[in-house]
T-cell receptor
């Protein structure tokens, strides 16, 4: 059965710290891996990754995919209190139309 | 360009009742997916609608059903509500063939007592 596992489940850091969030997956016929940020309700899109080894960056956030080892990481540098949220990883397969989500990592950034 | 909207925002029902949740997709999007997110969990795929037909279904019982209308808006119906149905229900819209790029609505928080 396809599965997506995120770690850690929760993380508390102070402003200015750098964090690394992990997402490992077992999905047949992999199509893509997406990262979302969920603050209150609606998850908002961060990155979509389809190719190994190509880093995607947006400001202080970056992400990379390793299709051989079946994982992705999301890095956040110089964290701010506004980065406090649940970060979700989702994986898509060519076998079906759904996106399989991990349980998320709850990040708390303290002033 | 309007985003994805959902109604109602919150809902309280009792066991055994039926509920209908509504979703309006983002302008130009013809595909709608529904997800259930229990507290502390990631969203779980319920089903997807494309051109008014179900286009994929997750591991949910038949008492979870849906509709998509010609304007691409959608409804999620849940019959015979159970306590475990308490969750945030998210709808996401996308263009067919680009379903990875989904835009989520704010969700409906359903509480079953």
């Amino acid at each position: 059965e396809d599965k997506v596992v995120q770690s850690p489940l929760s993380l508390v850091v102070h402003e200015g710290d750098t964090v690394t969030l992990n997402c490992s997956y077992e999905v047949t016929n992999f199509r893509s891996l997406l990262w979302y940020k969920q603050e209150k309700k609606a998850p908002t899109f961060l990155f979509m990754l389809t190719s190994s080894g190509i880093e995607k960056k947006s400001g202080r956030l970056s992400s990379i995919l390793d299709k051989k080892e079946l994982f992705s990481i999301l890095n956040i540098t110089a964290t701010q209190t506004g980065d406090s949220a649940v970060y979700l990883c989702a994986v898509g397969s060519y076998n079906n139309n759904d996106m399989r989500f991990g349980a998320g990592t709850r990040l708390t950034v303290k002033p | 360009e309007t985003g994805v909207t959902q109604s109602p925002t919150h809902l309280i029902k009792t066991r055994g009742q039926q509920v209908t949740l509504r979703c309006s997709s983002q302008s130009g999007h013809n595909t709608v997916s529904w997800y259930q997110q229990a507290l502390g969990q990631g969203p779980q795929f319920i089903f997807q609608y494309y051109r008014e037909e179900e286009n994929g279904r997750g591991n949910f019982p038949p008492r979870f059903s849906g509709l998509q209308f010609p304007n691409y808006s959608s409804e999620l119906n849940v019959n015979a509500l159970e306590l475990d149905d308490s969750a945030l229900y998210l709808c996401a819209s996308s263009l067919a063939g680009v379903t990875d790029t989904q835009y989520f609505g704010p969700g409906t928080r359903l509480t079953v007592l």
